[in-house]
């Protein structure tokens, strides 16, 4: 079974930190001694994208379960390629990752990164991300319902929050999720919503993300203060860190 599949249906937070193909070995030697639960490879900031560089980076970090992004221009990431391009690397990538992770609004590739994905257990990450503001709650909502009808196993939501009424807006989306008990990951961008980086797990947010070095995105904390924190409020996080896991 996939691993990461059966960690995001756990019920115990998970933390993934991004990281490029710089220094690839002594990155991913230290990510799994530090605690990192997912790594998620960030291709579109490569160096090199030909398929066999891909992968390799992908070995290096076979002692963590691996999440693969080739984030579009369009919604924030740095791919430069064809859209064709980028398929040919989502199924490369496919039966080598636990999971792969692609834009809702990647309407030409969506259904068919998909396919592959399912067709080797691996899972269907379908995001959206809003740099600029929160929609409204209905809008959000037809993201998700628009993500889990193409397929999607986990949908993730990403915006940038300027209130507090922002941050509770994405939060009354974990309530909703758990009643209909949709896998989601809701982060809240900007250092309003820096909160959510340790709070919406407890709301059912399956990931939350961090970083080493420097920041991927507004208002993440760093893996250090993350995993901290994560050790100080959940105490089933703690037990399995304790244990090794």
Partial sequence: MNSLRALLDGGIPLVAVSFDDSETEPRAHAAKSAGVDVAELRVDRYAATDTAHVLAQVDAFKALPVLATIRSAHEGGDWKGTEARRLELFRALAPQVQAVDIELSSGEILSEVIEAAHRHDTVALVSYHNFEFTPATEELQTVIDD???????????????????????????????????????????????????????????????????????????????????????????????????
């Fill in 147 to 245: 993500a889990k009808s193409a397929g999607a196993d986990v949908v993730k939501v990403s915006t940038m929050v300027r209130s507090e009424d922002d941050v509770r807006r994405l939060a009354s989306l974990l309530l909703r999720a758990g009643a209909e008990d949709t896998r989601l990951i809701v982060i809240a961008m900007g250092e309003a919503g820096a909160v959510s980086r340790v709070f919406f797990p407890a709301l059912g947010s399956r990931i939350t993300y961090s970083f080493f070095g420097a920041s991927s995105a507004p208002g993440q904390l760093d893996f250090p203060e993350t995993f901290g924190l994560l050790r100080k409020f959940y105490p089933a996080f703690d037990e399995r860190k304790s244990a090794g896991a």
